[in-house]
């Protein structure tokens, strides 16, 4: 499984960016996918988790109530809407997926952690 990520860039104080990671290549099930996100001289932190079928979503205290997370299965691409973003929403934002590679992997629950490259998302004041 690959995963691309694109839609960042730079944005003032406020405004409202969309990352997009879309996955390529053969997997049996691809299972959560996720947000993380590290900022200069801190540690990677999770910033929203999205299940499967996309009926369950978990966000980071720090982006709960700007930040949205959704996926099109179809389209095989994880989505992050970021609204009233800050300075210290200032970061590579990374886009992670667990999945099983093959049917084997499934029925033997052996998941595999695939990450993106990252894209920079740098708020100004």
């Known amino acids: 499984v690959q995963l691309v990520e694109s839609g960042g860039g730079l944005v003032q104080a406020g405004g409202s960016l969309r990352l997009s990671c879309a996955a390529s290549g053969s997997a049996f099930s691809i299972n959560v996918m996720g947000w993380y996100r590290q900022a200069p001289g801190k540690q990677r932190e999770l910033v929203a988790a999205i299940t499967s079928g996309g009926g369950s979503t978990n966000y980071g205290d720090s982006v709960k109530g700007r930040f949205t997370i959704s996926r099109d299965n179809a389209k095989n691409t994880m989505y992050l809407q970021m609204n009233s973003l800050k300075p210290e929403d200032t970061a590579v934002y990374y886009c992670?997926?667990?999945?099983?590679?093959?049917?084997?992997?499934?029925?033997?629950?052996?998941?595999?952690?695939?990450w993106g490259q990252g894209t920079q998302v740098t708020v100004s004041s």
């Open positions: 992670n997926a667990d999945a099983y590679p093959t049917f084997a992997d499934y029925y033997s629950d052996s998941i595999t952690d695939y």
